[in-house]
């Protein structure tokens, strides 16, 4: 971080299965923000760009309702250790950048923050690895997922999330900005697969699961009791300081899982089929 003008902090751990003891993604992701922020702090960086989450705002408990990006959700009993490590980690974030910028020291020379809170993230692979959100439509295209919560999402494109960090570095500071193209039920994104990808042989998992199956699982799964405390609950977010701060151009959503179904086949991670192998 020595010598940087602009630092950029988007590593968070983000299990595939959220662990037994939430303290294996709460504490790292609460000591990250900690220790960017030290060295931001000791080699007097201007400006920090944080990634925190979309799902620092949701609150299914309200029901039918939309917030914006001011709104911050404290922990629910159907809260996962991963969502709450973002809210944890952001809040510490928050409370460092007030201690920092407190000192006399810091008077004329504020050390400026940003939180960027990207929500599901689809779009295209690099590498042949999947991320977390990657591998649930990876399953999805082959036929493997178990199906889908009547879960009312929202998504953007990493591609939009990469943009967006980049014109984050020219706004106001102090500011959250929700990242969001689309929302949306999230079995829709089966409808897009099949139409896209039946034609080459896959046969993409199109089930939904009702609120009954669901309650069951959250009996014994951290993951279930989340999608069934926020199933059937069309809850959203406005957007519209994020939009008219960061003007960023979103790709569509339902182009950008597409997109990311056929970077999964080009990588490998998927077998081609069809007139997709040549």
Known sequence: IEGCTYVFHVASPYPAKSPKNEDEVIRPAVEGNENVLDACDKHNVKRVIITSSCSTIDDFSKGKVELNEEYFCEPKKYTT????????????????????NDRSDRKDNKLEMVMVLP??????????????????????????????????ARAIDVRDIADAQIKALETAPFK?????????????????????????????????????????????????????????????????????????????????????????????????KGDLKE
């Open 81 to 100: 250790p991963y969502i709450k490590s973002k809210i944890a980690a952001e809040k510490r974030a928050w409370e460092m950048i007030d201690e920092i």
């Open 176 to 272: 959250r900005y929700a990242l969001i193209q689309k929302h949306f039920w999230i079995g829709e994104s089966a409808k897009w697969i099949t139409e896209e990808f039946k034609k080459y042989g896959y046969k993409p998992t199109t089930k939904v699961f009702c609120p009954f199956t669901l309650w069951v699982g959250s009996f014994i799964d951290k993951d279930a009791k989340y999608f069934y405390g926020a199933s059937k609950v069309e809850m959203s977010i406005n957007t519209d300081m994020t939009k008219g701060d960061l003007k960023v151009d979103y790709i569509d959503i339902k182009q950008s899982i597409i997109d990311m179904c056929y970077s999964f086949i080009k990588h490998g991670v998927v077998e081609a």
């Open 119 to 152: 929500s599901l993230i689809t779009g295209p692979l690099l590498i042949k690895e999947y991320s977390a959100s990657a591998k649930i439509f990876g399953d999805v295209l082959e036929g493997k997922s178990a199906g889908f919560p009547q879960y009312y």
